[in-house]
């Protein structure tokens, strides 16, 4: 027979340490598990990994008792498995939280365990895996196959793509942002590029005609040479544009969308360290010398830039002279003034800026294509790899057949 001490030690054995059972349990550990099931590896073959088929029953019953819960997810459980499609699971939510994880409430296949051996059945997931980028992170060529089966198989002679809800998904668009700010686009480089769409992609009847009716601003050293074909232009951002560099860098993001490109001369890749919405000091002062540069700095990369282009050209046999440069700026101080005189004591014969354009009613509304249009017509391009407008003009760059030593990034 036990004394009252050997008890006591074995009920505090048997139950832990004493808790205040009026709080929820700690999940910690249970949570933990569920968020390391083995199908969550994407390089896991058909029918996990990657190229999984996942089914999530969004239009279960919630906030009920277990038990009409349970019925109704084990028979979603079994529709899944007989499409042979990963069931996703959730967390047991009643009319007030905290939400209990479903693997405290049953085990099996339902929440993530296995088939029996020789089961070609997909297993399934946690509803947190399913939200995590990881799992979206499809790359372009799948997720334009996916929409492009969708469409094809819909019965509907109309169709309209709406978005969700924002509480479900913050970029609901069909080629998000999380695509077009990662090298996953780049897989469409090629079918889009060489598409009709991009192919046929023309300038505006309104747009030429108000870059025509500049050509003066760019003929000013040459009246008898094709201006562009001598032609720098530059996009440079100023003024608030000190945030937006900020933002870049605490989230840690590479180039945009075609600006990823290997075979462009300039990269930039992501340096280790901060996390998701903030980033260190030294990280901070590396984006910032790229995204928004010192007149020093960008002085040199004009200098570079063009150096670089001239030599490859001569390397081939030709000659060419880049003595004009256009300037595209958010900036209309004082300090453009000062710009313009550096860059003429530079020994360019032309220095045109935006704001020296003469626009009309429908060219002013127009402006930022005006712009791109001046570019793309350009020898030399330099612009920031974060911003769309600098992958949009490469695009049509590269369409025209350009070389990529023509293109660069601070």
């Given at each position: 027979m036990m004394g009252p001490c050997v008890m006591m030690s074995a009920l505090v054995l048997f139950f832990g340490p004493q808790v205040d059972l009026s709080y929820p349990p700690d999940y910690t550990q249970l949570c933990l598990a569920e968020e390391n099931l083995?199908?969550?590896?994407?390089?896991?073959p058909f029918p996990e990994g990657?190229?999984?088929?996942?089914?999530?029953?969004?239009?279960?019953?919630?906030?009920?008792g277990w038990n009409n819960v349970l019925n109704e997810l084990l028979m979603n459980s079994f529709l899944a498995y007989k499409l042979n499609q990963a069931y996703i699971f959730s967390e047991y939510a009643y009319t007030w939280p905290p939400c209990t994880p479903l693997s405290?409430?049953?085990?099996?296949?339902?929440?993530?365990?296995?088939?029996?051996?020789?089961?070609?059945?997909?297993?399934?997931?946690?509803?947190?895996?399913?939200?995590?980028?990881?799992?979206?992170?499809?790359?372009?060529?799948?997720?334009?196959?996916?929409?492009?089966?969708?469409?094809?198989?819909?019965?509907?002679?109309?169709?309209?793509?709406?978005?969700?809800?924002?509480?479900?998904d913050g970029y609901p668009q069909v080629f998000d942002l999380w695509l077009w700010?990662?090298?996953?686009?780049?897989?469409?480089?090629?079918?889009?590029?060489?598409?009709?769409?991009?192919?046929?992609?023309?300038?505006?009847?309104?747009?030429?005609?108000?870059?025509?009716?500049?050509?003066?601003?760019?003929?000013?050293?040459?009246?008898?040479?094709?201006?562009?074909s001598q032609m720098l232009a530059l996009h440079l951002q100023r003024g608030n544009f000190k945030e937006a560099c900020l933002s870049l860098s605490n989230w840690n993001l590479m180039f945009y969308s075609w600006n990823l490109h290997e075979f462009l001369p300039d990269k930039f890749t992501p340096p280790a360290g901060g996390g998701w919405g903030y980033n260190m000091l030294e990280n901070k002062v590396l984006y910032m010398k790229h995204c928004l540069p010192s007149d020093e700095d960008v002085l040199k990369?004009?200098?570079?830039?063009?150096?670089?282009?001239?030599?490859?050209?001569?390397?081939?046999?030709?000659?060419?002279?880049?003595?004009?440069l256009y300037l595209l700026m958010n900036d209309d101080s004082e300090w453009l003034d000062e710009v313009k005189r550096i860059m003429k004591a530079d020994r360019w014969k032309v220095v045109a800026m935006s704001r020296d354009l003469k626009l009309d009613q429908e060219c002013k509304d127009v402006g930022m294509a005006v712009d791109m249009e001046i570019v793309r017509k350009a020898s030399v391009f330099i612009g920031n790899g974060w911003l769309s407008f600098t992958s949009n003009i490469l695009?049509?760059?590269?369409?025209?057949?350009?070389?990529?030593?023509?293109?660069?990034?601070?």
């Open positions: 083995p199908q969550y590896n994407l390089d896991l990657r190229s999984s088929h996942y089914i999530k029953f969004t239009c279960a019953i919630q906030q009920l405290a409430l049953i085990a099996g296949p339902t929440v993530g365990g296995s088939w029996l051996i020789g089961d070609p059945a997909p297993r399934a997931i946690s509803e947190q895996y399913f939200e995590l980028p990881a799992l979206t992170d499809l790359n372009s060529t799948e997720i334009f196959a996916a929409w492009q089966k969708i469409l094809i198989d819909a019965p509907q002679e109309c169709i309209e793509i709406q978005p969700a809800d924002r509480s479900e700010g990662s090298w996953r686009v780049l897989l469409l480089w090629d079918a889009f590029s060489k598409s009709p769409v991009s192919q046929l992609l023309h300038t505006s009847p309104i747009v030429e005609r108000m870059v025509n009716a500049n050509l003066d601003l760019f003929t000013a050293g040459h009246k008898d040479v094709n201006p562009f990369k004009i200098q570079d830039s063009r150096g670089d282009y001239l030599d490859t050209i001569m390397s081939q046999g030709l000659k060419e002279e880049i003595d004009d695009h049509r760059w590269l369409v025209d057949g350009k070389i990529p030593i023509s293109n660069h990034f601070y």
